[in-house]
Nanobody
Framework: QVQLVESGGGLVQPGGSLRLSCAAS????????MSWYRQPPGKERELVAT??????TYADSVKGRFTISRDNAKNTVYLQMNSLKPEDTAVYYC??????????????WGQGTQVTVSS
């Protein structure tokens, strides 16, 4: 059974940091491109970061503040979030797509973890 389980969310003050984790099981993790998305309250889900085999991409809004990484031995992808802002408040999701079909119709999604940035 395929599972993506996010953790690490919570309440943090502006300027603070959080590290999100997404633990994968039920598929060959190393064969999958991993991404983080987020959905702010009342808004559409948006792409935050993607880790390809040789490079990473980030949304302009998080460049220089967020870092995506992965540990294939632990089947886990991470999102280190620094200098957090109130506008980073959202539910954060991880997504997995196979490297041979980046436009697959039904990618794997996690259930999401809430991040709230507020003083």
């Amino acid at each position: 059974q395929v599972q993506l389980v996010e953790s690490g969310g919570g309440l943090v003050q502006p300027g603070g940091s959080l590290r999100l984790s997404c633990a994968a099981s039920g598929f060959t993790f190393s064969n999958y491109i991993m991404s983080w998305y987020r959905q702010p309250p009342g808004k559409e889900r948006e792409l935050v970061a993607t880790m390809f085999s040789t490079f990473t991409t980030y949304a302009d809004s998080v460049k220089g503040r967020f870092t995506i990484s992965r540990d294939n031995a632990k089947n886990t992808v991470y999102l280190q979030m620094n200098s957090l802002k109130p506008e980073d408040t959202a539910v954060y999701y991880c997504k997995a797509v196979p490297h041979w079909d980046l436009t697959i119709v039904n990618p794997y999604w996690g259930q999401g973890t809430q991040v709230t940035v507020s003083s």
